[in-house]
Structure formats: structure tokens, C-alpha cells
């Protein structure tokens, strides 16, 4: 029963590349588990160690209950709390689990890694069949390649596989890692993502252990990126012209219809902002996009308005939701495990809610399973642990911070 608790936390790091979708039956059977070694206690519990803030997850579900209490879409707002369980769950299963059994960080690495992989070659292999037999070689990038995961998401994954690959002792591993993340942030187009993964090879580049990892990334980024960016980086500069004020036609009676990711992102982030500043103590958890769409069509953003857009920022998103108070909490809560990450020299932690802050920019994360599983998940997975209480593998052997790439 020990191994199997063990091995759940793994398999769920593992499943989160896959789909966006697998890490439901993982997270049944963990949850079954952690009932049955409740009811059979598979041997002598142990103390629970756990990283700093480990409850945040219970305040940020606890905003989102106390909002449907100013929500009018009930249904919406219901089907929020059913949704976001996990950042109520999450917390519950890793202290019943880790009462049990250690997990090490290398463990949970070494699952993530698995996944990676998996989603590369399952990825890869799809664009090699669509180009070899029907010419089709749009699968090597973005949305084709990342397959039934949102490109971002995707790139977000890479990003923090990135970042353990390059705190990992072992220098060919963290170069073959590097090279690999570096080649799928570039193909995924996101981005985000470019970005991401220009930080994390840059600082390995700059401050790091492994220097050489980190060029063999970012140059591997940068010619995956060159390959296929340049229709992106098109998109991304004509979607800072078309976001402009919409231009609305007297005579003809017409509104101009906006699209692309950019010139979408834009309008929706202006839109949550007058939201906001309409609404300083949030509309509820379940009026959220209706007090966007509104807000769409008061201003001729028809593309947004007919496709029900969030507000693609997960800062705005709390912030029309839940006001001042759900903005300076989301800040404080981010900002306060990056600074203890920091002061500890922790780099999984560090690189995982950095990453969190940044996506957090350009993606309404708490919106869909990919974003607040994975937060749930992370911020216990790779969270700061309270000094001297990071823990090792069975062997007890270092976790993969051991050629930390903060210098």
C-alpha cells in the first residue's frame, strides 16, 4: 500500500502533459487510496512536512464559495466550485499521503519528465505520419502539435521541465533535457511560452551550474522558434494594431470584428480592467463572464463578446471576481512563496511559482483543469519546504536542486 501511495503523486505529475483531462482518474484513485489507508493504515504514520503556505488553496476556494454569494448566475457560479475542487482537495490528499510515505522531488521530476516525453513523441509522431502521408506539415507546431493541450499550457509544462532539468545533478541528463524543451517551447509557438523558456535557459545561461545545458536549450529554442515564429511574431504585431478603440460605422451601422490571439488578449484585458474599476468589490463567482460580454459589446469587441472570452489573465480574472480584496490576496499569496523561495535558494520552488506569475499574465489560469490542477498540485509538489525539510529519495540522495541554476 506504501508504493502505491507513493507512486500516485508521480503518475499524476506524469499524466498532466497528456491531456488536459487525465489527471481526473488519477486523482480518483488517490483520493480511494487515501480513504483506504484511513480505514487500514498500511504501518506507523510519520510527520507531515509541508511547504510554506500550504493552505493558500483553501483561501483561494474559500473566495470563490463567499462568491456566489453576490452571483446571480448560479449555475455558472455552482459549476465554478465544482470545477476549482481541487484547490480543496489537493492540500488534503498530499498530508494524508506524506503522513504514510516520503515523496521525493526526484520522483515527482522524474514523472513529469515521463510525460513530457510521452506528449513529444506522441506529438512528433502524429506530424511525421500527417507529413509523410498527407503532406500536411502543420502538426510540427503550436495548436496541432500540442494536440488536445492548449498550446500555453503545453509551453507552460516544458518550462518548468526545463527548469528541473537544468537543477538536476546530472550533466548529460540536463543537456538532453534542455535540448528537447528547448526544440518543443519553440514548435509550441507560444508566446508565453518563448518567453518563458528564454528566461529559464538565460538564467541557466547566466548564473547557473549548467551553463552549457542552458546555451544547448536556448539555441534550440531559438531555431524551433525561428522555424515556425515568424507568422507568430506577424500575428503578435498586427494584434497590437487591431486591438485599438473599435471604430463603429453610422451610416453603414457596422462593427468591426477582431480576432487573433493578441488583439483578443488586449480587448479582453481591457474590458476585465473597467470591469474592475466598475466593480471594486468583484460581480461574484459566477458573473464573471457575463459582466465581461457586457462589457465586449459596450465597446464593439463582437469577437470577444460572441465567444464568451475570460479575461485571459488570472489577476484580472480574481480581480473581477472577487474585487480589491480577491487581486491583493491572489498578489500577496504568489508573491510571498517566491520571496521564500528565493531566501532559500530553492529552485523547483522558485522556478515553479515564477512561472505560475508569469502564464498567470497572459492566461486566466484558475479557468481551466490544466491551470488549477496543476497549481493545486505544484505549489505542495515543488513548494518552498520549511529549512532542512526538503525532502530526498528513498536512497537519500539529493533532490534535483543540487547544481542549482540561482548561482
Same mark, same amino acid.
Given at each position: 500500500? !506504501?508504493?502505491?501511495? %507513493?507512486?500516485?503523486?508521480? *503518475?499524476?505529475?506524469?499524466?498532466?502533459?497528456?491531456?488536459?483531462?487525465?489527471?481526473?482518474?488519477?486523482?480518483?484513485?488517490?483520493?480511494?487510496?487515501?480513504?483506504?489507508?484511513?480505514?487500514?493504515?498500511?504501518?506507523?504514520?510519520?510527520?507531515?512536512?509541508?511547504?510554506?503556505?500550504?493552505?493558500?488553496?483553501?483561501?483561494?476556494?474559500?473566495?470563490?464559495? *463567499?462568491?456566489?454569494? %453576490?452571483?446571480?448566475?448560479?449555475?455558472?457560479?455552482?459549476?465554478? #466550485?465544482?470545477?476549482?475542487?481541487? @484547490?480543496? @482537495?489537493?492540500?488534503?490528499?498530499?498530508?494524508?499521503?506524506?503522513?504514510?510515505?516520503?515523496?521525493?522531488?526526484?520522483?515527482?521530476?522524474?514523472?513529469?519528465?515521463?510525460?513530457?516525453?510521452?506528449?513529444?513523441?506522441?506529438? %512528433?509522431?502524429?506530424?511525421?505520419?500527417?507529413?509523410?502521408?498527407?503532406?500536411?506539415?502543420?502538426?510540427?507546431?503550436?495548436?496541432? *502539435?500540442?494536440?488536445?493541450?492548449?498550446?500555453?499550457?503545453?509551453?507552460?509544462?516544458?518550462?518548468?521541465?526545463?527548469?528541473?532539468?537544468?537543477?538536476?545533478?546530472?550533466?548529460?541528463?540536463?543537456?538532453?533535457?534542455?535540448?528537447?524543451?528547448? *526544440?518543443?517551447?519553440?514548435?509550441?509557438?507560444?508566446?508565453?511560452?518563448?518567453?518563458?523558456?528564454?528566461?529559464?535557459?538565460?538564467?541557466?545561461?547566466?548564473?547557473?551550474?549548467?551553463?552549457?545545458?542552458? /546555451?544547448?536549450?536556448?539555441?534550440?529554442?531559438?531555431?524551433?522558434?525561428?522555424?515556425?515564429?515568424?507568422?507568430?511574431?506577424?500575428?503578435?504585431?498586427?494584434?497590437?494594431?487591431?486591438?485599438?478603440?473599435?471604430?463603429?460605422?453610422?451610416?453603414?451601422?457596422?462593427?468591426?470584428? !477582431?480576432?487573433?490571439?493578441? /488583439?483578443?488578449?488586449?480587448?479582453?484585458?481591457?474590458?476585465?480592467?473597467?470591469?474592475?474599476?466598475?466593480? $471594486?468589490?468583484?460581480?461574484?463567482?459566477?458573473?464573471?463572464?457575463?459582466?465581461?460580454?457586457?462589457?465586449?459589446?459596450?465597446?464593439?469587441?463582437?469577437?470577444?463578446?460572441?465567444?464568451?472570452?475570460?479575461?485571459?489573465? /488570472?489577476?484580472?480574472?480574481?480581480?473581477?471576481?472577487?474585487?480589491?480584496?480577491? #487581486?491583493?490576496?491572489?498578489?500577496?499569496?504568489?508573491?510571498?512563496?517566491?520571496?521564500?523561495?528565493?531566501?532559500?535558494?530553492?529552485? $523547483?520552488?522558485?522556478?515553479?511559482?515564477?512561472?505560475?506569475?508569469?502564464?498567470?499574465?497572459?492566461?486566466?489560469?484558475?479557468?481551466?483543469?490544466?491551470?488549477?490542477?496543476?497549481?493545486?498540485?505544484?505549489?505542495?509538489?515543488?513548494? $518552498?519546504?520549511?529549512?532542512?525539510?526538503?525532502?530526498?529519495?528513498?536512497?537519500?540522495? !539529493? $533532490?534535483?536542486? /543540487?547544481?542549482?541554476?540561482?548561482?
Amino acid at each position: 500500500m !506504501k508504493r502505491w501511495l %507513493a507512486a500516485l503523486p508521480v *503518475l499524476c505529475a506524469a499524466a498532466f502533459p497528456l491531456h488536459p483531462r487525465a489527471t481526473t482518474p488519477v486523482l480518483i484513485l488517490w483520493g480511494v487510496s487515501v480513504v483506504w489507508a484511513a480505514w487500514r493504515p498500511p504501518g506507523a504514520a510519520r510527520q507531515v512536512e509541508r511547504p510554506f503556505a500550504w493552505w493558500a488553496g483553501w483561501i483561494q476556494y474559500a473566495f470563490i464559495a *463567499l462568491g456566489l454569494l %453576490a452571483t446571480e448566475d448560479m449555475d455558472s457560479g455552482w459549476f465554478a #466550485l465544482e470545477v476549482k475542487i481541487s @484547490l480543496f @482537495l489537493l492540500p488534503l490528499l498530499w498530508s494524508a499521503t506524506t503522513r504514510w510515505v516520503d515523496i521525493s522531488r526526484t520522483r515527482l521530476a522524474n514523472g513529469l519528465f515521463a510525460g513530457l516525453l510521452i506528449s513529444a513523441i506522441w506529438g %512528433a509522431g502524429n506530424a511525421l505520419w500527417s507529413s509523410a502521408v498527407m503532406g500536411d506539415h502543420s502538426g510540427w507546431r503550436y495548436a496541432e *502539435l500540442a494536440g488536445a493541450m492548449h498550446p500555453t499550457y503545453s509551453s507552460w509544462y516544458w518550462a518548468m521541465g526545463a527548469g528541473l532539468w537544468l537543477s538536476d545533478a546530472g550533466r548529460n541528463r540536463a543537456a538532453v533535457g534542455a535540448v528537447v524543451a528547448g *526544440l518543443m517551447l519553440g514548435l509550441l509557438a507560444s508566446k508565453a511560452g518563448w518567453m518563458a523558456g528564454l528566461a529559464v535557459f538565460g538564467w541557466a545561461v547566466v548564473k547557473g551550474g549548467h551553463r552549457w545545458a542552458g /546555451a544547448l536549450g536556448l539555441a534550440s529554442l531559438v531555431l524551433a522558434g525561428a522555424t515556425v515564429g515568424q507568422g507568430r511574431a506577424l500575428e503578435w504585431l498586427e494584434g497590437m494594431q487591431e486591438a485599438a478603440p473599435v471604430e463603429v460605422s453610422a451610416s453603414a451601422g457596422e462593427v468591426e470584428r !477582431k480576432s487573433g490571439s493578441t /488583439a483578443g488578449r488586449l480587448q479582453s484585458w481591457r474590458a476585465a480592467w473597467s470591469v474592475m474599476q466598475e466593480h $471594486p468589490w468583484g460581480v461574484g463567482t459566477g458573473d464573471v463572464r457575463s459582466a465581461l460580454v457586457s462589457e465586449y459589446r459596450k465597446v464593439g469587441a463582437e469577437y470577444a463578446a460572441e465567444h464568451r472570452m475570460n479575461a485571459h489573465n /488570472a489577476y484580472l480574472e480574481v480581480g473581477v471576481a472577487f474585487g480589491v480584496p480577491g #487581486l491583493l490576496w491572489l498578489v500577496g499569496w504568489w508573491g510571498s512563496v517566491l520571496v521564500v523561495a528565493w531566501r532559500r535558494r530553492d529552485v $523547483p520552488a522558485w522556478a515553479f511559482v515564477g512561472l505560475a506569475m508569469w502564464m498567470g499574465l497572459t492566461e486566466s489560469t484558475f479557468e481551466l483543469q490544466s491551470g488549477v490542477v496543476w497549481m493545486a498540485f505544484g505549489f505542495w509538489a515543488w513548494g $518552498p519546504m520549511r529549512v532542512g525539510g526538503v525532502r530526498s529519495d528513498a536512497s537519500g540522495s !539529493k $533532490p534535483p536542486s /543540487a547544481r542549482p541554476f540561482l548561482g
